[in-house]
């Protein structure tokens, strides 16, 4: 690794995109290159703000940020662990707390 790249590799996830309307479908693309214990708090995140503020919410929040970035600011919402696991008839579970919960 040279200098001049970050020492983080999700540094280099961006979201980028032109159109508050394609937002969601430029975090989605990213999705594959994200480790996979990131991928439902990034979707649950990004589910939260457009319920709360849109997709232009979404844009203005996301947008030409890296998800390295997003993980920093939004620290909170990535201490996500399932309360239950578990397997029934050979499908795999798991089941999380409301996070509306944890903000009470």
């Known amino acids: 690794m040279t200098s001049d790249q970050p020492a983080d590799p999700l540094e280099l996830l961006i979201v980028e995109c032109d159109d508050p309307e394609k ?3 430029a975090v989605n693309n990213l999705m594959p290159k994200m480790p996979s214990d990131l991928r439902v708090p990034i979707s649950v995140l990004m589910l939260d703000i457009v319920g709360m503020h849109g997709k232009q919410g979404l844009y203005d929040r996301f947008n030409n940020r890296s998800i390295a970035s997003l993980i ?4 909170d919402q ?3 662990r ?3 696991e578990g397997e029934r ?7 999380f707390e409301d996070p509306n919960k944890r903000d009470q």
């Not at 920093?72 to 620290?75: G, H, I, L, Q, T």
């Not at 008839?89 to 089941?95: A, E, P, T």
């Open 78 to 80: 990535f201490d996500i």
């Open 23 to 25: 937002i969601i479908r």
């Open 72 to 75: 920093s600011e939004y620290r």
């Open 89 to 95: 008839d050979g499908v795999k579970f798991q089941l």
């Open 82 to 84: 399932p309360i239950v």
